[in-house]
């Protein structure tokens, strides 16, 4: 159990255009969603945390209004990248907990890799 | 800000070494997790470990939470070239609400045949 699926695994897309990433928890309802993005080999970098039916919380440097977040039901929260640009390019990863967890274990996607030309 | 220090950074050895990774804080955790990481992929629980002193062992990896809770460590036995990833610490903190986690830099480690 705790399958957490991302799409697209690639995109590329020219700048200005917006991105969506789609993050699913296949097999458990996940009440918090998690989005992160990694540059080469390095750690995880949280970018908001994502709350289903509420506004998702942005850290600090994050721009909500460039990367929109959206946790419309327990399986589903999805990243939209607004105007990209190619200093957005990077890999983009999401994690779900599952609802009732103790531990505050994170189920991570396969990631997303975002190019921006 | 809670920190999670993870040492060593990079590891290259040779396939058969033994190595140990830590993960160090002056913050207290409830729970503490490790992840492993390939390249293109997101990262794989590898355990969670929520007692102080705890100890628990996965195959030739083993994983000890400290006494107060605030560093823990891996070690691998007898590695193998399919060891090869980013090793991930991150904890769960006391002093934090929500239910995030903090995340050590990783390390990145080699397993040369």
């Known amino acids: 159990g705790a399958v957490v699926s991302q799409h697209p695994s690639r995109v590329i897309c020219k700048s200005g255009t917006s991105v969506k990433i789609e993050c699913r928890s296949l097999d458990f309802q996940a009440t918090t969603m998690f989005w992160y993005r990694q540059f080469p080999k390095q750690s995880l970098m949280l970018m908001a945390t994502?709350?289903?039916?509420?506004?998702?919380?942005?850290e600090q440097g994050v721009e909500k209004d460039k990367f929109l977040i959206n946790h419309a039901s327990l399986t589903l929260s999805t990243l939209t990248v607004t105007s990209a640009h190619p200093e957005d390019s990077s890999f983009y990863i999401c994690?779900?907990?599952?609802?009732?967890?103790?531990?505050?274990?994170?189920?991570f996607g396969p990631g997303t890799r975002l190019t921006v030309l | 800000t809670q920190l999670l220090e993870q040492s060593p950074q990079f590891l290259s050895i040779q396939e058969g070494e033994n190595l140990t990774v830590y993960c160090n804080s002056s913050?207290?955790?409830?729970?503490l997790q490790w992840y492993r990481q390939e390249p293109g992929e997101g990262p794989v629980l590898l355990v969670t470990v929520v007692t102080g002193g705890e100890v628990k062992k996965l195959k030739r990896l083993t994983f000890q939470f400290g006494d107060a809770r605030k560093d823990s460590s891996l070690h691998i036995t007898a590695a193998q070239t399919g060891d090869t990833g980013l090793y991930l610490c991150a904890g769960a903190s006391v002093e934090t609400s929500g239910s995030r986690l903090t995340f050590g830099e990783g390390t990145q480690l080699t397993v040369n045949p």
């Open positions: 913050s207290v955790f409830s729970s």
């Open positions: 994502s709350n289903e039916g509420s506004k998702a919380t942005y």
């Open positions: 994690s779900a907990q599952r609802g009732g967890g103790t531990y505050n274990e994170q189920f």
